[in-house]
């Protein structure tokens, strides 16, 4: 086994040990990452020379722990790529984005400074601002699904899923506002988490929704994922939707077992728009949670088919907002030839940002629009409150909610770009989720026509364990857990 | 026909923080520009805000010291527009949630008392600030923006359309400021724009009670703009509409310059802000307790004070609230009066030859030649007789224009009162001398002739005579030839 195949825990116990080094660890994911990100286009940047003097540090600070020195951070010396919309002092942070070509932020992340003991490889690709469910949407260039180089690898973390699933590091972040970590995990065979709304501090993401994302961790197995979800949240009192709430341990969560856990299966997300295929592996990992001790129930959830419309009214209206600090003024791109500071800030406007961000930052505007308020935003609004009513409700009779990721397994490029509408339909399932703050995780399931499923847990608010264990649990069965795949791209050429 | 004014006032006060409302930014006036400023007030990418505790609590302090019910649960929105001086591209302001709303003022215009409402208190942040190479952003070569400013935590207050005229609405904004100053929320300076105003101003047929298309005044730098752009504006809307024209809802901007209003835009061209809550900051719950204890730390207030001037001073009404009223009136009362000033004839002073003194040289009392020092000074010596009133008079317009002390401009000029007997005498019998007639008119019993001769001989003492000893004297001298007749 080489060590880019090793999951995160999996390095740590052998830094610990002294059977690998972090520079070792380095150079195996390094020269992974050389012979095969031409066929993945994964990241925006890499950064060979600050993780080379990163994994250094981390290599003494290993070998001073073998000696009786103070314990590192379990994570210290492990690499790992980030989203290119979580900001890191000096390193060039683009959000997909040409408007923020050449933009190096002056601040770090409170992600990036919270996992400052581990190596940070470079930023991974994604559509551009987030806004998106296949990377095509990046300003850069499309990402490449792993599994099959001419399907997406989903988005709008798709990079960071990529990587992941590639083996070129073994956890990466990426952030989720309707889905943008389960998603790709899903299409990814990859474990994805979005954490419960004020779990991870937003401090130095590039917002989108700023009620709607939340960053999380991508690992290939859910133990990994708990690790890196327990090293990354907390309070930070940068960020004031951040929850003083404790954290406990994860990695025992993942042990537990669903034993009397109470599994909830939604009928209106096994409705019309689901490939068979995908329902069957769902519903074998669902048979697996249930020879695993748990009780399955059904629950309903009659307002889910209003999440997608309150999404895009929502998340939209706080995108217009939250976009219009870029107009050429103080950072990034800035159009030339412009007259004055009016021409000058529309040019800008009009030729920085690509069109599915154009479309969203119009939608947005016209729903806060003096008379539409009410109609829209608004209405948005309710349809948050009565979801988590019903969601409330199947809390009662369920611990976990269960169902497919996404409707189908990764499509092929350019067959979703003409009709933003099918589009936005692969995240039907996912967004529920960030609209009422609830945490939930996409697993691997199994295989459909040689590309992943994934199977969606969520569960209440701050019940992150509840979903380990879970998905530990169809883990399991699956047998999924440390899988990259075999060939990359040479398979499908 | 007549018209009535009906004005709303809208003020912004920068509070006087330590550091700015969102961020740890340091709020210093003057420093060098761009060097108060980090990632969060420069609204970079990825950063959040985070509520400064310390404006929460100065806002909430201006809004119960306006009578405000301050509310248990409010929030956060943002304001949205493009403009080079907001980095976020919206403002985060309060919008339907105000921290205090339905207060009140009382106010006193030529003796009369008037209740004006306060619509509403709320917290925001306030913008950068341009330099333009040029006149304005439109022509500029090029612009600069100094963001220091940028975040500062800012009040706004909002009057009821309660106010009927440019005097009225002086009255107002001299006491609102008084009320700031009192509670130490703001150091309240117009030139250095940490309180800016505009005014709302329509008119309508006196006895009406439908309000009148309104022209938002802005631009307006300081308590007099204020007066003259009002009495400006209500002038200019009268005309139109007796020229049988129609006065339209716009935006104005003051030219303090030229002493007019020029149009700026239409209802039409208005900004939509697109309010919605701040999904940044959580919503801010103010308990009962935190309230009460705001409350309590809020010092003597105008109103407060005026009652205290008329119970311990025995000022007058209208002294006691003209006084009152201006801090800066009531800091000259009170420090005049621990310079040994007697109060009430301080305070008729200020309000008699020093206002007149001010308002002719167009000087603020702040900077004010005859401060309270002096002041108290010549009045002692007109209390211990030492000048006579009409030589006080003479000293203050003296010390206004060129400074220094009374005394010894009294001293120098040998302007002290002669009360000597002997010295008096002398004057009494040369006035007696020179003057046969009357002399003879009052020892023959018209005792009225005395006022003439007491006349002459102020005269010819230059007005330094006792005047009480100098009649004595004279009634003597002319007595005793009573006798001699």
Known sequence: ?493 | MSWETVIGIEVHVELSTESKVFCGCRTKFGADPNTQVCPVCLGMPGVLPVLNRKAVEYCMKAALALNCEVSGRTKFDRKNYFYPDLPKAYQISQYDMPIGKNGWMDVEVDGKAKRIGIRRVHLEEETGKLIHAGDDITSAASSMIDFNRCGIPLIEIVSEADIRSADEARAYLVKLRSILLAIGVSDCKMEEGSMRCEANVSIRPEGSKEFGPLTEMKNIASFKAVYKAIEYESARQAKVLESGGEVRRQTRHWDDAKSETVFMRSKEQAHDYRYFPEPDLVPLEIDRGWTETVKASIPELPDQRKARYMADYGLAQREASLISDDTDLSGYFEKGLEAGAEAKALANWMTGELAAALNASGTEIASSKVGPAQMAELLGMVAGDEISGKTAKDVFAEVFLKGGSPRKMVEAMGLGQISGEEELRKAALAVIEANPGPSADYVSGKENAIMFLMGQLMKATKGRANPKVANQLLKQELDGRKKNV
């Open chain 1, 1 to 493: 086994m080489e060590l880019y195949e090793f999951g995160v825990g999996q390095l740590a116990e052998a830094f610990e040990k002294g059977a690998a080094s972090p520079s070792e660890a380095l150079s195996s994911v390094l020269e992974r990452i050389g012979e095969l990100e031409g066929e993945v286009h994964a990241f925006l940047l890499t950064d060979e020379e600050g993780a080379r003097k990163k994994a250094k540090e981390a290599d003494g600070l290993w070998a001073a722990a073998r000696k009786g020195g103070a314990r590192p951070a379990p994570l210290a010396g492990v690499p790992y790529v980030l989203k290119d919309n979580i900001c890191t002092n000096g390193i060039r942070t683009t959000c997909g984005s040409k408007m923020l070509e050449g933009f190096v932020p002056p601040y770090d992340a409170t992600v990036a400074g919270k996992l400052s003991g581990s190596v940070l490889l470079g930023k991974s690709n994604m559509d551009e601002f987030a806004m998106g469910s296949s990377t095509e949407n990046s300003a850069f260039g499309p990402t490449r699904n792993p599994w099959d180089t001419k399907a997406v690898p989903g988005g709008s973390s798709g990079g960071s899923a990529a990587c992941v699933s590639a083996g070129f590091a073994p956890f990466a972040l990426g952030s989720d506002t309707g889905g943008s970590i389960r998603q790709p995990a899903s299409l990814c065979g990859v474990v994805g988490l979005k954490p419960t709304y004020g779990r991870v501090s937003r401090y130095g993401l590039v917002a989108f929704g700023s009620s709607l994302d939340q960053i999380g961790p991508f690992a290939r197995s859910v133990e990994d994922a708990a690790l890196v979800f327990e090293a990354i949240s907390g309070h930070d009192p940068k960020d004031s939707t951040s929850s003083p709430r404790p954290v406990p341990d994860m990695r025992k969560a993942c042990k537990k077992g669903v034993k009397g856990m109470r599994i909830g299966l939604p009928r209106e997300y096994f409705a019309e728009g689901l490939d068979p295929e995908v329902k069957d592996l769902v519903m074998g990992a669902v048979e697996e949670l249930s020879a695993g001790g748990a009780e399955i129930v059904e629950v309903s959830l009659p307002s889910s088919m209003y999440g997608l419309a309150a999404y895009y009214l929502a998340a939209t209206a706080e995108a217009s907002s939250n976009l219009a600090r870029f107009d050429g003024i103080r950072y990034g791109f800035r159009a030339p030839g412009a007259k004055d500071v009016v021409s000058a800030m529309k040019k800008t406007r009009s030729h920085g940002f690509g069109d599915e961000v154009k479309r969203r930052i119009m939608l947005g505007t016209y729903v806060l629009s003096a008379g539409y308020y009410e109609a829209y935003y608004n209405k948005a609004l309710k349809v948050r409150r009565v979801l988590k009513e019903e969601f409330d409700e199947a809390f009662g009779k369920c611990d976990a909610i269960a169902g497919p990721t996404t409707p189908e397994v990764a499509f092929r490029f350019g067959e979703r770009t003409e009709h933003p509408l099918s589009m936005y339909m692969s995240d039907i399932y996912t967004i529920t989720a960030n609209l009422i703050g609830i945490p939930a995780i996409s697993v691997p399931c199994g295989l459909s026509k040689g590309l992943p499923v994934g199977l969606q847990l969520a569960a209440r608010a701050f019940d992150e364990e509840t979903l380990f264990a879970a998905a530990a649990e169809v883990e399991r069965g699956a047998g999924f857990a440390g899988r990259i795949p075999g060939r990359i791209g040479g398979a499908s050429r």
